[in-house]
């Protein structure tokens, strides 16, 4: 695994089938919110601290929780929210999924950053 600018280990492992979106996978001892942040800093090419808070998008502690908890053996843990103009898609096993957000996540972006 790589380490990005953020300093978390994250690998970027290619795109969504349909050619529109980014995947990367994390390590067990990264938190979700912390691979989210770093999937978006590499996807934007920007640093941590010129995104938006994550917190003002998704409560960070049960993000955290919900995924550091572990699925059982018989279940897939799958969260999806929108962030920075992406629709984020935080996958049990330490998958982050980045896609375009449509016309209406756009909006809510610039929303954001008036």
């Known amino acids: 695994m790589a380490v990005t600018e953020s300093g978390i280990q994250l690998e970027r ?5 349909n050619g529109d979106g980014h995947r990367f996978e994390y390590n067990q001892t990264t938190t ?17 601290t010129q995104l938006a808070p994550l917190e003002t998008r998704i409560d960070t502690e049960a993000l955290d929780a919900f995924f550091a908890a572990g ?4 279940e897939t843990r ?5 962030a920075e103009g992406y629709t984020v898609t935080v996958r049990s096993g330490g998958v982050v999924t980045l896609s375009p957000a449509d016309e209406t996540g756009a909006d809510e972006r610039a929303a954001t950053q008036r």
């Open 32 to 48: 979700a919110t912390m691979a989210v942040v770093a999937a978006l800093t590499d996807v934007l090419g920007v640093g941590p």
């Open 78 to 82: 799958t969260l999806t929210f929108s």
């Open 13 to 17: 492992v290619g795109h969504h089938p």
């Open 71 to 74: 699925p059982t053996a018989s």
